[in-house]
């Protein structure tokens, strides 16, 4: 019996839809933690959830989207806010559990997913949220330093979260250098110091 299946019949209108949409979101996580993101395809995640393919093609259009949608739907976690005490802490307690979620196959899934190119708004629409969110969670941070004296007052959030992240996706999707504690330490240095006149 699948998962779909197992689901009580006493739903609200739109409850199948729901229970096919965790079905075949089960089913790509299952084969994203077996075989990586690279290799999950259609017709296993068709077998695996009990569902038609031809009906995921309908509801997510290419293979990229549904992965997209299902990376980004388990993904709603947000990373924990570290509270450190001080901005080079938090930093560095926030760009380590980055690195060590990307090892994860969910991780690595989101990530690689996030870089398809895809022509669908729906998907479009939720990656932008996704990272919106994630960037609101994260805001607090640096509103935090601001009030120890750390940084300006006009320091802008949104940008010294993607100073902290995009060398740690670089290294990860690009590169594939090690990403250790020196690298994180550094990385913090230099953030403040971009964001800070006269620090380092």
Avoid at 76 to 103: K, M, Q, S
Avoid at 135 to 142: G, K, P, Q
Avoid at 176 to 191: I, K, S, Y
Wanted: with cysteine.
């Amino acid at each position: 019996m699948t998962e779909a299946e197992n689901v009580a019949p006493q739903r609200r209108p739109g409850g199948r839809a729901a229970k096919v949409r965790e079905a075949v979101h089960r089913a790509v996580l299952d084969a994203v933690a077996e075989h990586g993101v690279a290799k999950v395809g259609i017709p296993d995640i068709s077998r695996r959830a009990g569902v038609r393919d031809s009906s995921i093609y309908r509801r997510w259009g290419t293979r990229e989207n549904l992965v997209l949608d299902v990376m980004l739907t388990a993904s709603e976690r947000t990373l924990p806010l570290p509270d450190t005490g001080t901005l080079h802490g938090d930093l560095t307690a926030f760009a380590t559990a980055l690195i060590a979620y990307l090892d994860t196959p969910l991780g690595n899934g989101l990530a690689r997913a996030l870089a398809f190119n895809t022509d669908s708004d729906e998907i479009a629409a939720a990656r932008d949220t996704f990272w919106d969110t994630r960037y609101h969670a994260n805001e607090l941070m640096i509103s935090r330093a601001v009030a120890r004296g750390e940084l300006p007052n006009d320091t802008d959030a949104r940008v010294a979260i993607e100073l902290l992240i995009a060398p740690i996706h670089f290294r990860h999707l690009l590169t594939r250098q090690p990403a250790d504690a020196e690298f994180v330490d550094q990385l913090a240095t230099h953030v403040i110091c971009a964001l800070r006149p006269g620090a380092g």
